[in-house]
């Protein structure tokens, strides 16, 4: 609390009058600050654990304006007493998400195209690096940047055995027959409910980005898999931007992924989800 609050000092010229801790904070320490003239939401972590993480969440923020969804502002991102933060935009939360908003904005979002799939950068998912670089392939993309990645790093800490990883392997040796192409799309990357926000007139909010340009699919299997959402902002993204036949049935090849990634931090609590999907393909 003392090194947040001469954070707040250091940047604004103003002692915090109010400082309280949010939830959510796994990964870094989160608060809400008042100032005389401000609030701010600051982040801060020990520069040394995660390098770079918040010029990553920066990057990631602005490239989610360009969607319709309300996006935290960046004030500013520095380092004081061993301490990487940023300070954010405090957006005052409402009690109900407009879902159908939702389903429109998560269209805009989607419909910000790229040449290639991947990004120009590394960011993160959790406190995962994730690793980024440009794919003219999906499939390619998706196996060689996201499952084959998080599956090493799954085996390094003998949480994978060496016929698990082969299994794996294997369904990436035919993902084109699993999974539609698609024309690489703008996507949050980490779209769970916890990463999504009401503002005060219930407009919907996205925080914490894990973005690049991959298949609009990864949102709603990401959405699905750690969260609910009601049939309302499926129904209305459809009506617009109407995904493949098969979403149903194909969701779960797009969830290993996000299993694996908790598979690496959680450890082994998450082997069944994972190796249930595995099997399916197997």
């Given amino acids: 609390m ?16 109010f400082l309280k801790k949010l939830n959510g904070g796994d990964i870094n320490q989160v608060y809400h600050c008042i100032t005389k003239k401000n609030q701010f939401v600051v982040k801060a972590n020990y520069s040394e654990k995660y390098p770079e993480m918040f010029e990553k969440e920066k990057k990631g923020l602005e490239l989610l304006t360009k969607s319709n969804f309300i996006i935290p502002k960046v004030f500013s991102i520095g380092n004081l007493k061993q301490l990487d933060y940023i300070l954010l935009e405090y957006i005052k939360p409402g009690k109900d ?30 406190s995962i690096e994730q690793i980024n670089s440009y794919e003219k392939n999906w499939f390619d993309f998706y196996a060689n940047k996201r499952l ?31 999974i539609p192409n698609s024309v690489p799309s703008l996507i949050h990357g980490d779209l769970w409910t916890g990463n999504i926000m009401s503002s005060e ?34 129904d209305t993204y459809n009506e617009i931007k109407p995904l493949e036949l098969g979403f149903q049935d194909r969701k779960d090849i797009y969830q290993l992924y996000p299993l694996l990634v908790h598979l690496v931090l959680f450890g082994s609590g998450y082997y069944s989800n994972v190796m249930r999907i595995v099997q399916k393909y197997s």
């Fill in 2 to 17: 003392k090194y947040i609050a001469e954070i707040i000092q250091y940047e604004t010229g103003d002692k915090p009058q």
């Fill in 97 to 126: 998400i407009n879902w159908k908003k939702f389903g429109e904005n998560l269209v805009s979002l989607h419909q910000i195209t790229n040449n290639e799939f991947g990004l120009d950068h590394n960011n993160y998912i959790g």
């Fill in 148 to 178: 084959i990645l998080l599956m090493e790093l799954a085996r390094n800490k003998n949480l994978l055995n060496s016929k698990d990883c082969n299994k794996i392997e294997r369904i990436c040796n035919f993902l084109n027959d699993i």
């Fill in 201 to 234: 007139n219930s407009f919907p909010v996205l925080i914490d980005p894990a973005v690049y340009f991959g298949h609009p699919e990864i949102d709603w299997a990401m959405l699905d898999l750690f969260g609910n959402f009601p049939q309302i902002s499926f």
